[in-house]
């Protein structure tokens, strides 16, 4: 069925609210301050926002009343904030000043709420109150309050307000009255105008689009609702705000064009300096619209609205949704098409049947890769075949397809739809047809078959090319480029690499779902938003797009460009740009909040000399760009310590213990568009202290081998003269010796843990921080409880070696898995063994085998086994092997060094006596395999040291 649709065109805004750190859902007013910030006043504070976070002011920071209602940033880079009490403030430089820290704010003396507030050109700053009367603040701090009633009106006053106006080239403070409008001129009300419509003014349904007195007629907006306040940009009224949405207006016409937001009630629409739009709402937060260049469709607001495919058939744009429906795209006219009469004789009758993707053909005619079926039309009239699950369709010589499907990779004709030949016998994520070759997707990688039914796993030319296969282009110069889920992406010439790209090298992610060849430049499509990459300059940054352009969804699972229009298949639906009318007016500016010097702050540019005691040295800093949305990369080095620049994400560096010497720090910010801020750059000098001096370390060190030598002669003594005392109580020493050796090892652990902990902080994966942290709590409780105990039973060494091994497995991904497996003629719950003895044979496994495997998953094989004389524990791996990780160790530094398995084998020779001895055995396990010969560690517990340890517990 064919039915034609309203197009449902709408921009995609980005919407903030308490959840976001906005201090409420009420905002009165906004406006941007000169550093770039934007403020906001709300019913529970105020909120300054730097494009990465909010910080908000209330009461506990100093401001009057939690309730702000309007805000005015001057040319002194004052934020005034006027409160619901009445009281007038300033934020400057970090600080709210009120009446009681600031003697001018104490000449204020409102009768009622502050209504609005200007600037002139001189610095005066006014402020108009609902009681009618207009305060002038001057440059050198003079308050003067001008009485509307007293200077020039008798009647009662209407619609007063104060703003500024810019004639000449000059700013002006223009005073409106009733009817009449007067410029404010060395503190006095000039007459400067008189509208002709003079009972218009007074009607609330009609906003005058002048606000220049200077225009020699008034000319008047009709509207059919009543408005909030109209929005000005120079002399011309721009926008003006209802409690139905926000309105542009056409001040040639007279009329209304656009509506924004409509159901919010709009406060106040500015724009910054990026040319980024912000709505207030009074009930609903703050909306951001990035450009008015990005629409946005959602196809079925009620069903679902995710595009899954997108391509171009004919003259028109095909779109596939889910629900067996396809949408075309022409001539602004959307017409949806219906398959779901097609169910009835599908093999697999999925509801949701997705459109998973569309292929047009070269005789000019369409297939549609439904889950349930595949579909062609011709010429109005279609054919169908029940082939289910559709992956993917690529176009092998007129009149046959390669399709790949959950099933396999078929040869289908394009006449009949009938099967001519399987090219691959399991499930595909996408094939596509290159130089007489079928590429083949897969779950587990990319494989290729040729004409002879010869296949080929290309995984083993890349890591990446072992993963999940997502999409194929192919460049004209015969260069493949592949998409992996989670991998990001890699080139391909003559089946050999050619290039790899992934989040280390600019994509926003390594989950790329989509690709797009256009011209030299690569479409790629990930989660977390839309990537454009030059193929001749790779060293150029990539261009970004995301929700925070514009982007109706981050998620993007179809891409389509014609010519410079870009249509991009989201899970919310279509969003679609003329990239060609896309100016980019970034900005990145970088903001520098404090310079701390051991707990102390110092002026940022402050170039001064330290005491060698004032060492811990931090700077904490935000790179303000709105178009960014936090996707920003800091630049910084310190000249003196080390003079490489370093990259972050971070808003905090630190430097604790820095040594005596002169430094020169340096700081940039870069936005996500390639845009840099300019380099902060501070310097200070670390006075050296009179104990690291020559002379003094001279003296210390003849003082030191002077008691050194006193002290091996003492010991000495005390050696000869305690000897036989020591063979006595031999015994005694070794378990307090074990009782050390085993408190030694937890030190360890906790190292290991708080070093992934880190790990994942740094990444800002909160979700699998959390679950570390509880894994790791489980770990520390256990450990805890083994350290006090002299053996444990084999279930608590299993479930203690368990627990570390998932906590690795969390923090290496999946580079290994485990098996642990014990003999069943042993008593697990009653055989006891010393505790936390195999952990360092398998953190050896894992640190020293598998994490240096380039191919291949590792795995760890714990065995118990148990005869008659003897109980066996065996750590065994597929990792690189004794030799090969010898010399791993002798090329590479090593950042720390393991004690675990040293005081593992000092444990288990003093548990060893001179008739019964623990051996403990290391080989390779796989001494056939030369590249990845593994390593087996086997320890012999004598079953009479297990009968006393038993005894012992």
């Not at 001189?122 to 009681?131: E, I, K, P, T, Y």
């Not at 791996?877 to 720390?896: C, P, V």
């Amino acid at each position: 069925m064919i039915s034609s649709v309203s197009l449902g065109q709408d921009y995609s805004y980005v919407h903030y609210e308490p959840r976001d750190g906005l201090a409420g859902f009420m905002v009165y007013d906004m406006c941007q301050d000169k550093e770039g910030f934007m403020w906001y006043a709300t019913e529970n504070g105020a909120s300054r926002y730097d494009g990465t976070r909010f910080r908000n002011f209330t009461t506990a920071d100093g401001l009057p009343d939690n309730e702000v209602l309007e805000l005015f940033s001057d040319s002194k880079g004052r934020i005034w904030l006027s409160t619901f009490s009445k009281f007038i403030c300033y934020y400057y430089d970090g600080d709210i000043h009120t009446r009681e820290s600031d003697p001018v704010l104490a000449q204020f003396n409102f009768a009622s709420n502050i209504v609005t507030m200007a600037e002139d050109a001189a610095g005066n700053v006014a402020f108009c109150d609902l009681s009618n009367n207009v305060w002038v603040l001057s440059p050198d701090n003079r308050v003067t309050k001008i009485d509307l009633f007293e200077q020039h009106f008798s009647k009662p006053l209407r619609f007063v307000s104060v703003y500024s106006f810019v004639q000449n080239g000059k700013k002006q403070l223009v005073v409106a009255v009733n009817q009449q409008t007067f410029v404010l001129d060395n503190l006095k009300l000039k007459h400067y105008h008189s509208s002709r419509e003079t009972e218009d003014f007074y009607d609330i349904t009609k906003v005058p689009i002048y606000r220049d007195p200077a225009a020699k007629e008034t000319a008047f907006v009709q509207l059919d609702f009543d408005p909030i306040s109209p929005i000005y940009s120079a002399t011309h009224l721009k926008y003006i705000t209802s409690t139905n949405g926000c309105y542009s207006v056409d001040t040639a016409t007279r009329k209304l064009q656009e509506q924004f937001l409509p159901g919010n009630r709009i406060s106040n629409t500015i724009e910054d300096s990026e040319g980024n739009t912000w709505f207030s709402t009074l009930g609903n937060g703050v909306f951001k619209l990035s450009s008015k260049k990005f629409r946005s469709l959602s196809l079925d607001r009620e069903i679902n609205r995710e595009v899954f495919s997108i391509e171009r058939t004919g003259k028109a744009i095909t779109i596939g949704g889910a629900y067996s429906t396809s949408f075309t795209l022409a001539n602004d006219k959307l017409t949806k098409q219906d398959f779901s009469s097609m169910l009835t004789n599908a093999e697999t009758k999925l509801l949701s049947n997705r459109l998973i993707t569309i292929k047009y053909l070269s005789d000019s005619s369409t297939m549609l890769g439904f889950d349930s079926y595949l579909v062609r039309l011709r010429n109005k009239k279609s054919q169908v075949s029940t082939l289910p699950a559709i992956k993917s369709i690529s176009e092998v010589e007129k009149g046959n397809i390669l399709v790949g499907t959950a099933r396999g990779a078929y040869l289908i004709s394009t006449k009949d739809l009938f099967a001519l030949d399987t090219i691959w016998p399991s499930r595909c994520t996408k094939v596509f047809y290159h130089q007489q070759k079928y590429y083949i997707g897969t779950l587990n990688g990319l494989y290729t078959v040729d004409k002879n039914d010869a296949s080929v796993f290309l995984g083993a030319q890349h890591p990446s090319l072992q993963r999940r296969i997502t999409d194929i282009v192919a460049t004209p110069d015969g260069t493949l480029w592949i998409a992996t889920h989670d991998r990001g992406l890699v080139s391909l010439k003559h089946d050999q690499v050619v290039k790899a790209l992934n989040d280390s090298t600019g994509l926003n992610s390594n989950n790329c779902k989509s690709i797009f060849l256009q011209d030299n430049f690569l479409w790629v499509g990930t989660n977390k938003g839309l990537n454009k990459v030059n193929l001749d300059n790779f060293s150029a940054a990539f261009t970004k797009f995301s929700v925070s352009d514009g982007l109706i969804s981050d998620r993007i699972n179809a891409i389509y460009i014609q010519d410079s229009m870009v249509y991009v298949g989201t899970s919310q639906g279509v969003s679609y740009f003329n990239e060609a009318e896309i100016s980019n007016n970034s900005r990145c500016i970088l903001k520098v909040f404090w310079k701390q010097v051991s707990g102390k702050d110092l002026p940022i540019n402050d170039s001064r000399d330290l005491e060698y005691n004032e060492n811990n040295i931090s700077f904490n800093f935000v790179g303000i760009s709105f178009k960014s949305e936090g996707d920003i990369l800091y630049r910084y080095r310190l000249e003196g310590l080390n003079n490489k620049w370093v990259e972050t994400r971070l808003n905090t560096i630190s430097y604790p213990t820095l040594p005596s010497g002169t430094y020169t720090f340096q700081l940039q910010a870069e936005n996500k568009f390639g845009v840099k801020s300019d380099i902060y750059t501070t310097k200070f000098t670390i006075a050296t202290p009179w104990f690291r001096s020559i002379w003094f370390w001279t003296i210390i060190g003849a003082l030191t081998v002077a008691s050194m030598w006193a002290l091996i002669s003492l010991r000495f003594r005390i050696i000869n003269r305690n000897k036989e005392e020591k063979l006595d109580f031999r015994q005694r020493i070794a378990d307090l010796e074990q009782l050390a050796l085993r408190a030694q090892m937890n030190p360890h652990f906790i190292f290991n843990c708080l070093n992934s902990i880190q790990n994942f902080i740094i990444n800002g994966d909160l979700i699998l921080t959390n679950r570390y942290m509880n894994s790791f709590a489980r770990l520390l409780r256990q450990t805890l409880d083994h350290s006090t105990k002299r053996v444990i039973s084999l279930a608590e060494e299993i479930s203690y070696i368990t627990t570390y091994l998932e906590l690795e497995k969390m923090r290496f991904g999946e580079k290994f898995i485990y098996k642990i497996s014990v003999d069943e003629s042993v008593p697990m719950d009653f055989t006891f063994i010393p505790n936390m003895i195999l952990q360092p044979f398998i953190e050896n496994s894992i640190r020293h085998g598998i994490l240096h495997k380039n191919s291949g998953q590792g795995i760890i094989e714990i065995k118990f086994e148990q005869d008659l004389e003897t109980l066996t524990c065996i750590v065994s791996d597929n990792g690189i092997g004794r030799k090969h990780s010898l010399a791993n160790k002798t090329d590479h530094h090593i950042e720390y060094h393991s004690k675990g398995m040293q005081l593992t084998f000092k444990r288990l020779e003093l548990l060893s006596t001179k008739k019964e001895t623990i051996t403990t055995t290391i080989t390779d396990a796989q001494p056939e395999n030369e590249q990845y010969p593994g390593t087996r560690v086997t320890i012999n517990f004598p079953l009479t040291i297990i009968d006393k340890l038993n005894k012992q517990r």
